[in-house]
């Protein structure tokens, strides 16, 4: 798989990367390693986001279709 293409593994990764730098930089009393960590989290979740939209790029609009369906048939009552 090339390194451009978003990867679910890869953004695990990087997320729990970041929750150890995270909780590291908790215990150590070290502001540098605990926002590394918070930024590494961030990233790991965007990661993850991408390539689910990538594998699967209707489920938002699936989701936006029925909330628009729904709102207009409220608005008929």
Do not use: C
Not at 11 to 16: Q, T, V
Not at 40 to 67: F, I, Q, W, Y
Request: charged share 45%.
């Amino acid at each position: 798989m090339p390194e451009s293409k978003a990867s679910k593994l890869r953004g695990d990764i990087k997320y729990y990367e970041g929750v150890s730098k995270e909780n590291i930089g908790k215990a150590i009393n070290n502001e540098k390693l605990k926002k590394e960590g918070e930024s590494d989290k961030l990233a790991g979740e965007s990661e993850r986001d991408a390539a689910s939209v990538r594998m699967n790029p209707n489920k938002g609009e699936e989701k936006e279709t029925e909330e628009i369906a729904d709102i207009n048939q409220k608005s008929k009552l």
